[in-house]
């Protein structure tokens, strides 16, 4: 199954999220995806009390809460992140996250590009 997303473009680009496909990577969560030269970003949408286990990967990593509150658990450290909240995570660090009693919508942004995300 091929994914769903904006193609790479290594030349200057306006987009819209409403034009951006939405695919279901896994039940309860939503993900949109813009993906340039050497970084992407990525707009989630998750279901409440969704969990994300804890994980680590080389891509360095950006959030953005938007919407919602997340548990955050960065190298065993809880944080709990509300809309406006902005959450840098580095390089190999172990995360991952809670939603809470809400709906949750968050922007991440990733470089290198997640390949991972692109082959799914």
Do not use: Y
């Not at 970003?41 to 804890?54: A, D, G, Q, S, Y």
């Not at 390089?91 to 009693?101: Q, R």
């Amino acid at each position: 199954m091929s994914s769903t997303f904006a193609e790479p473009v290594f030349t200057a680009q306006h987009l819209n999220w409403s034009s951006i496909p939405i695919e279901h990577p896994s039940d309860g969560i939503e993900r949109q995806m813009v993906v340039g030269q050497n970084l992407m970003i990525c707009r989630f949408r998750f279901k409440p009390f969704l969990v994300t286990p804890e994980h680590r990967h080389p891509h360095e990593q950006m959030s953005i809460v938007v919407q919602g509150r997340v548990r955050f658990f960065i190298e065993g450290e809880e944080r709990i992140a509300s809309p406006g909240d902005v959450l840098h995570i580095p390089s190999n660090c172990l995360h991952g996250a809670t939603m809470m009693d809400e709906e949750v919508v968050l922007i991440d942004i990733f470089t290198p590009i997640r390949q991972d995300f692109l082959s799914t």
